[in-house]
């Protein structure tokens, strides 16, 4: 899909009604004395897809883990459909919701690695069943099948009896793409998925990509230094530096008309 068609049509951009999927609201985070992440707020539309670029430490992964409550929130608030995920406001206090309210929230969104985290004592098809069946507690049999499509779907049918120390970096990145989906997440978090691949595999992991992207509404928020594909895939590129947005857009605008000196020199260091 051209980018000047995503820019139109980006979902609930143009509009100031509507909940968002993702809202950040004065997050802060802080490691120990750092603060990486201060006062920042941004939000995401349902069926939107953002691409976060930014130099390196900028904090991108921090807001994926965030999200994703594989770090703790030291500041703020992040609400996912408008409900809080990990943090409320009582009586005018801060207050952490109970574990078990979070652990619900995070079965709707789902996270792809840099290095795929695959267990690598079960098969691919165990590898995907795994959490339909334990933490949604789906029926095997219905798990089994919906794995077995979903690794058509990424090109990797013959390969659900296979362990992944068997498979390439790519085929192993596109089975951790599959068991994201397996939990039908309505958010979808994606870190560097290709950075860890030869660049003759990277092709087929941005098929599969560009086939969800295509075929589902599914909110996406990636990292990504792919910028051809990022053009390709995003509503809307957020630029971070010093844990604060530094400016936003669609891709268009981004990649052919910074505002910011420092959008431009980032730029031309990874394009
Ligand atoms: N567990 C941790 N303990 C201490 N500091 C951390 C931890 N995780 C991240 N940081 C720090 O937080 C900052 C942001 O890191 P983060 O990984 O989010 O950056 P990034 O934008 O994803 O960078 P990159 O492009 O290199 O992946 C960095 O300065 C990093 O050193
Ligand atoms: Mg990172």
Redesign the pocket.
């Known amino acids: 899909m051209p980018p000047t068609e995503n820019t139109s049509s980006a979902p609930g951009t143009t509009s100031t009604s509507g909940t968002p999927a993702i809202e950040f609201k004065d997050v802060e985070k802080r490691?120990?004395k750092?603060t990486?992440l201060k006062d920042l707020n941004f939000t995401v539309a349902p069926g939107e897809r953002v691409t976060l670029i930014?130099?390196?430490?900028?904090?991108?992964?921090?807001?994926l883990r965030l999200v994703m409550t594989l770090e703790e929130l030291t500041g703020g608030f992040i609400f996912v459909d408008g409900k809080p995920l990990t943090h409320t406001e009582k009586n005018g206090k801060r207050v952490e919701l109970p574990s078990k309210t979070t652990r619900a929230m995070t079965t709707r969104i789902g996270m792809v690695f840099q290095q795929f985290n695959l267990f690598p004592n079960m098969t691919v098809l165990e590898n995907i069943i795994e959490a339909p069946v334990h933490v949604l507690g789906k029926p095997k049999a219905e798990a089994v099948k919906e794995a077995k499509s979903l690794l058509e779907k990424v090109g990797l049918g013959e390969k659900a009896d296979e362990h992944p120390t068997r498979l390439s970096g790519g085929q192993q990145q596109r089975v951790a793409i599959a068991r994201a989906l397996a939990m039908s997440p309505e958010i979808l978090l994606l870190d560097?998925v290709t950075s860890a691949l030869d660049p003759e595999l990277v092709g087929d992991v941005l098929g599969v990509l560009r086939d969800i992207a295509e075929t589902t509404d599914i909110t996406m928020l990636l990292?990504t230094h792919e910028m051809q594909f990022a053009r390709e895939v995003s509503h809307r590129v957020m630029m971070?530096d010093g844990g604060q947005v530094l400016e936003e857009g669609p891709p268009d605008q981004i990649f052919n008309n910074p505002q910011h000196e420092r959008t431009r020199t980032f730029l031309s260091s990874v394009q």
């Open positions: 490691f120990g750092t990486v930014g130099p390196s430490g900028s904090g991108k992964t921090t807001i560097e990292v971070f």
